[in-house]
């Protein structure tokens, strides 16, 4: 989930397992929201999108859910891989003094054991 | 598309001296974005540019910091003088449409001795 401290939360899992990686947003006007993957070293990288008019996204692999009566979102990972270990990042777009740009959350990393 | 491509990589200066890291964004994007990474404020947005205007730059730290974008293929942000707690990884992202699908580069490692 979301980290509040210096601190980002940890998810491990064992290779093949999935994974579940959760975001909460807190800007109910907030319309389009997106997860991006970030390895070490490198940029953050898009993995999926999902826009307010949905409740389900799915990818390669990956699934975006995403709850807006709770104001919620979850990247779930299938069959989790050694390289799928990266800091993942929702961002939401909201109008919270950003004017419609993207607001990143602090990440949440995974690591997967072999 | 070789994606968002920026320069340099590293780069390791002393306090007081002047920085200035580049970026080329992905032909086509109309918005070009700078973001600073710390471990303490994760992604911050400093400025973003709309065919090469900058549009806002509520985020930009201090006076030090300035940015410019004088065509769609090029941008540049400088920190002048540069201090230790400048110290911190720049992205520039670009995008079709502003909020949504920022498309990073490799980032540039800076540390302010």
């Known amino acids: 989930g979301e980290s509040v401290g210096l601190h980002l939360p940890t998810l491990s899992v064992q290779e093949g397992d999935n994974s579940i990686i959760n975001c909460a947003y807190s800007n109910s006007a907030s319309d389009y929201f997106i997860w991006y993957k970030q390895e070490s070293g490198k940029g953050p990288q898009f993995i999926i999108d999902i826009r307010s008019n949905m409740d389900k996204r799915q990818g390669q692999r990956v699934t975006v859910l995403l709850n807006k009566t709770v104001k919620h979102l979850s990247l779930q990972i299938a069959a989790t891989q050694p390289g799928d270990s990266a800091v993942y990042f929702c961002?939401?777009?909201?109008?919270?003094?950003?004017?419609?740009?993207?607001?990143f959350g602090k990440g949440t990393k995974l690591s997967v054991k072999p | 598309d070789a994606g968002v491509i920026q320069s340099p990589r590293h780069e390791v200066t002393e306090m007081g001296q002047e920085v200035t890291l580049r970026c080329k964004p992905i032909s086509g994007h109309d918005y070009l974005f700078w973001y600073r990474q710390t471990m303490m404020r994760g992604l911050e947005l400093l400025i973003y540019?709309?065919?090469?205007?900058?549009?806002?730059d509520s985020g930009m730290p201090e006076d030090r910091f300035s940015a410019k974008m004088p065509n769609a293929s090029f941008s540049t942000l400088k920190i002048q003088p540069s201090e230790p707690r400048d110290s911190a990884v720049y992205f520039c992202?670009?995008?079709?449409?502003?909020?949504?699908?920022?498309?990073f580069g490799s980032g540039t490692q800076l540390s302010v001795l």
């Open positions: 540019f709309n065919n090469n205007v900058p549009i806002d």
């Open positions: 992202a670009s995008s079709m449409v502003r909020g949504e699908k920022l498309f």
């Open positions: 961002a939401e777009t909201g109008v919270r003094g950003s004017q419609g740009n993207l607001i």
